[in-house]
Nanobody
Framework: QVQLVESGGGLVQPGGSLRLSCTTSTSTYYYTIGWFRQAPGKEREGVSCISSSGGSTYYADSVKGRFTISRDNAKNTVYLQMNSLKPEDTAVYYC????????????????????WGQGTQVTVSS
């Protein structure tokens, strides 16, 4: 059993930045880590994903160029740097771990992930 804990959420003005962290209870070395978000009244959607080595990354079109995913396996932590935030980025953000190597056609599919965190709220508002 792997436990994931998200942190770093909060209230930020449009155009601002936040860095989310996802820390796991065991080594992240073997896991693909994905970030998802769910806005009120909407379905959960994939935001970004990083392979176990960090060599492959994927982003939703809505965040490309603004968000950056990275990982520090020595700290069992994956980060999501979010810049130029917009009100439509407001959501609960979740991280998830998968034993499977990611691929472009399915990295954002929730069914590919084995473990989930409890989420952290991000609110973008003036």
């Amino acid at each position: 059993q792997v436990q994931l804990v998200e942190s770093g959420g909060g209230l930020v003005q449009p155009g601002g930045s936040l860095r989310l962290s996802c820390t796991t209870s065991t080594s992240t070395y073997y896991y693909t880590i994905g970030w998802f978000r769910q806005a009120p009244g909407k379905e959960r959607e994939g935001v970004s994903c990083i392979s176990s080595s960090g060599g492959s990354t994927y982003y939703a079109d809505s965040v490309k160029g603004r968000f950056t995913i990275s990982r520090d396996n020595a700290k069992n932590t994956v980060y999501l740097q979010m810049n130029s935030l917009k009100p439509e980025d407001t959501a609960v953000y979740y991280c998830a771990a998968s034993f499977r190597a990611p691929a472009r056609r399915y990295w954002s599919s929730q069914g590919q992930y084995d473990y989930w965190g409890q989420g952290t709220q991000v609110t973008v508002s003036s």
